[in-house]
């Protein structure tokens, strides 16, 4: 039998395209990955500073580049900010961790049998010749927990390996693939059984009371000229500026996709066309997927004001265009999508926002989103509680150096989504990835607020203490009151009319946390958490109560957070 794919040709298009972008591509480079103690440095130096960090980087995108980062660091007027001993301390450590687009990095010498390995703090094989730049690491997480709830231990296991690099001044490359297995906490437990789906993985294999999977993250990128780059392959991306983001998170599988930047003036522009993954629930058949069309305008305005502008379409024609694939119209990158949208007669799902963040005083940092899944003003005006008011809003505050203390910084963020944000009469055209939501992990309809607390009180030791508290209504018995993203709104159990935030079987979700992380060697962390995690529900079968005990060290890799 032959198989045949819709737009196939428009695929070859696009592979062609980028051949030929190659033959133009000039010093290329790769990301540092989300998350992780770099992003956050990052935060503090540019509200210390007192002016964002243009032309290097626009803080709503994420990952950073590492380039930009160096750069950033080797021109930093630290002279002229109030820093303390351990600022300078992280500064070097950027510097170390993205040491082959540094001027001030320095390589180590060595004799013997070793010569060959860490000449470079951040890298465990570093081979550096004309027209060739390579470095390799280990990638180790190893990671014990009690569990109160289920009387079991929980354990993350993870090996693997990061390479990066770049072949001539034409192609920059990046990998990372690992062999996890997990033994997950009692409430990600629960989220495995009712969902068939893991954060961060895709297909998972069940062994008892572990689970298997391969974690992998690999792209290549390129730099059209000095203004624009592209990015292609598999990774996640982040749009926001908070600890959540309503626009685009990073708690899901890495998916295909290609991202086109372009950093001028004051405005940086993203493009992300994305393929994302339907997998049919405990089958290992082909999967479906549906499509993703993104682009994010980030503008400076003043040395402080940054703003964003988003529009996002989720497409899948299952409804009289059988699984055509990626829609060709949707590559424009500088139309208005939902005019696309609407020339095409097609329903396809539309999203939309605005995103801002205000840094002043040299301490503070307010930031913010908006986002717009379905809207009628006069309904709002009404206070109708109509379906089909869909919309989420995020606004928080970072202050750093709390009180005068130095690195003691403070992060308070507020949440709420409105039943039904993200859903569309196509079930099909969810905003989600491997069945997992693609924004915020609690989905929609909920109110939440987060506290965070970070102090490094030396070099080495990073302390963080995190609240999390959220209300939203539950889902039972097939219902579907708007919490998840991933039904059609066809399927509502609610009324038209009257809808309010927390409808459902009104739950209560309250995490706390405290963790210490010791940093031995470079990015070889030693962590200890205490941690505790309650709901409590009008319905018994929603109420857990468990406390949790960590011990774990980390190699070149971000800890992993499973915050809902």
Known sequence: MKLTYPYTHYYVGILIFLIGLVQSLKAQHTYIPNGGISQHILDRLEIKSGELANPYFHSAGKSYRRKAIATYIDSFPAAKVGLSSVDYFNMDYLITDNFEWSNRQIGINRKGLVKSFYKHKAALYHASIPDFNLIVNPVLYYQVSTDKWNGQNALINNRGVEIRGNVGDKIGFYTSISDEILKPYSWVGEYYARDTTLLYANFVKSYDTYLGYFLS????TGSLN?????????????????????????????YLSMRLNTRIWKMNYTNIWAE???????????????????????????????????????????????????????????????????????????????????????????????????????????????????????????????LGIKNLDLQAEYNLARPFQYTSYNSAQSFSNFRQFMAHPLGANFFEGVVIVRY??????????????????????????????RLSYRTHSSGLYGNFIGQGVSTT???????????????????FKIGMRTTESVLKQFITETSYFTLGIRLNINQRNYDF
């Not at 305008?297 to 529009?311: A, P, R, T, V």
Request: one cysteine or more.
């Open 509 to 527: 979700l309250f995490m706390a946390d405290l963790t210490a992380s010791y940093m031995a060697y470079h990015n070889l962390f030693v962590d």
């Open 226 to 254: 000095k203004y624009m780059d592209l990015q292609f392959g598999h990774y996640r991306n982040f749009i926001g500026d908070g600890y959540r983001s309503f626009i685009l998170g990073d708690m899901h599988p890495e």
């Open 276 to 402: 994302l993954r339907d997998p049919i629930a405990r089958s290992y058949a082909a999967q479906p997927r549906h499509y993703m069309a993104t682009h994010h305008l980030s503008l400076n305005i003043g040395k402080n004001f940054n703003i964003g502008l988003f529009e996002t379409i989720l497409f899948q024609r299952d409804s009289g265009h059988a699984r055509s694939g990626f829609d060709p119209n949707y590559l424009n990158p500088v139309i208005f999508y939902k005019s696309v949208e609407n020339g095409l007669n097609s329903t396809d799902k539309a999203i939309i926002g605005v995103n801002y963040k205000y840094n002043f005083l040299r301490h503070f940092s307010l930031y913010g989103q908006l986002v717009i899944s379905e809207f009628v003003l006069n309904q709002l005006v009404n206070d109708s509680g109509w379906m089909h008011n869909k919309y989420a809003v995020q606004t928080g505050i970072k202050y750093v150096d709390v």
């Open 217 to 220: 993250n690999a792209y290549v």
């Open 456 to 485: 490094q009180p030396s070099n080495r030791l990073h302390v963080l203490a995190k609240c999390i508290m959220a209300k939203y209504g539950n889902d039972t018995n097939g219902s579907n009151f708007g919490k998840d993203p």
